[in-house]
C-alpha cells in the first residue's frame, strides 16, 4: 500500500471515529447494549380499575398478566426494595398505540403508603399521551367522567413552541397528560434525530 492510500485510509478512519463520538448514542453515555425504554410500572389500588381505565376508555391493549408474587423470606425486600411481607397481588402488562408498555401492578404492604405523588413531590411522575385532536380527545374524556384540569395550554415562544398540553386524571388520581404538536415544536428546527415520537418512531 503506497504511503498516499494508507493516508486516505487512516483519514477515513479517523473521521468515522469523530462522527461516531459526535453521535447521539455516544454523547448518552454508557449502557452497553441499550435500545430504548421498554416499560414503565405503576401501582394503581385497584388492578381490574387500572387496566379497564387503560384499555375501556384510552384505547390500550391488555396482553398477560403475572400473577402473584410474596415470598417468606426477604426476597422482596433483597430483590423490588419493599416491605420483606409485600405481597404483589397480580400485574398486567399494557400497551397504549405506539408506545412503551405498561406494567400495572397491584401491591399489598404493610407500609404502603395509600397517597399518590404530587409532581412537585420527589418521585412524581406523570404519562403523557400523544392525540391528534386536542379538542375531539377533551371532549371524548369528558364523555367518560373523566376529570380533566382547566383548559388546555400552549406554548408559543421557546424550544417547545407549537405544544398543547392539558392534565386529566385516571379515577384513582393518577396524573396523566395530552401532548398534541401537528405542526412540531420549535427545538426540532435544523436537527436531523428528534425527540422520540409516536407518530414517527425511526426518526
Not at 195 to 203: A, G, I, M, V, Y
Request: proline share 6%; aromatic share 12%; with cysteine.
Amino acid at each position: 500500500m503506497t504511503f498516499q492510500a494508507t493516508t486516505q485510509l487512516l483519514r477515513r478512519f479517523l473521521l468515522a471515529l469523530a462522527a461516531a463520538a459526535l453521535s447521539p448514542f455516544a454523547l448518552a453515555g454508557g449502557l452497553p447494549g441499550m435500545q430504548g425504554l421498554q416499560h414503565i410500572g405503576i401501582t394503581a389500588p385497584s388492578l381490574r380499575q387500572a387496566t379497564d381505565f387503560f384499555v375501556e376508555v384510552l384505547g390500550c391493549e391488555a396482553y398477560f398478566t403475572f400473577g402473584e408474587f410474596k415470598f417468606a423470606d426477604d426476597w422482596m425486600e433483597r430483590h423490588l426494595n419493599v416491605h420483606p411481607r409485600a405481597v404483589i397481588k397480580d400485574f398486567q402488562m399494557v400497551r397504549c398505540g405506539n408506545g412503551t408498555n405498561l406494567e400495572i401492578f397491584e401491591y399489598g404492604a404493610p407500609d404502603q403508603n395509600r397517597r399518590l405523588p404530587r409532581n412537585s413531590d420527589i418521585g412524581g411522575h406523570h404519562l403523557a399521551f400523544y392525540v391528534d385532536d386536542m379538542d375531539a380527545a377533551i371532549a371524548y374524556l369528558k364523555s367518560k367522567q373523566v376529570r380533566v384540569l382547566d383548559t388546555p395550554s400552549t406554548f408559543s415562544e421557546g424550544p417547545a413552541a407549537g405544544l398543547t398540553w392539558v392534565y386529566f386524571l385516571a379515577p384513582w388520581g393518577l396524573q396523566l397528560e395530552l401532548v398534541s404538536f401537528p405542526r412540531g415544536m420549535q427545538y426540532e428546527q435544523g436537527l436531523d434525530r428528534l425527540l422520540w415520537d409516536p407518530r414517527h418512531p425511526q426518526r
